[in-house]
Nanobody
Framework: QVQLVESGGGLVQAGESLTLSCVAS????????MGWYRQNPSNQRELVAT???????DYGEAVEGRFTISRDGLLHKIYLQMNNLKPEDTGTYFC????????????????WGQGTQVTVAS
């Protein structure tokens, strides 16, 4: 019903920057919130940043002040600008969609992308 495709991950050195992108496609009626979550080597998934339909944002404590989330004005697409990367930022970054789809059932719906790997060398 909805697919999310992330891109932009890679290997960088500590202190460098990286930008991730996520494109949502499918029978999307409306978007309530889209954002980024990451999973570290301990398999714990945590909030990185989210963006609501009205433009509000929320950041995880570990990335506050270093990462910035934004949205394309015409597409169901979000970005994550990551600055001053640290080794502890290493992990798999997942894009998440929350909203409603076209159809007879308009209940809230959520979906996850496949993830993109970010590795920060120490």
């Amino acid at each position: 019903q909805v697919q999310l495709v992330e891109s932009g991950g890679g290997l960088v050195q500590a202190g460098e920057s990286l930008t991730l992108s996520c494109v949502a496609s499918g029978t999307i009626n409306s978007v309530s919130r889209m954002g980024w979550y990451r999973q570290n080597p301990s398999n714990q998934r945590e909030l990185v940043a989210t963006l609501t339909d009205d433009g509000g944002s929320d950041y995880g404590e570990a990335v506050e002040g270093r990462f910035t989330i934004s949205r394309d004005g015409l597409l169901h697409k979000i970005y994550l600008q990551m600055n001053n990367l640290k080794p502890e930022d290493t992990g798999t970054y997942f894009c998440k969609f929350e909203g409603r789809l076209f159809g007879l059932d308009s209940r809230p719906f959520s979906s996850w992308g496949q993830g993109t790997q970010v590795t920060v060398a120490s």
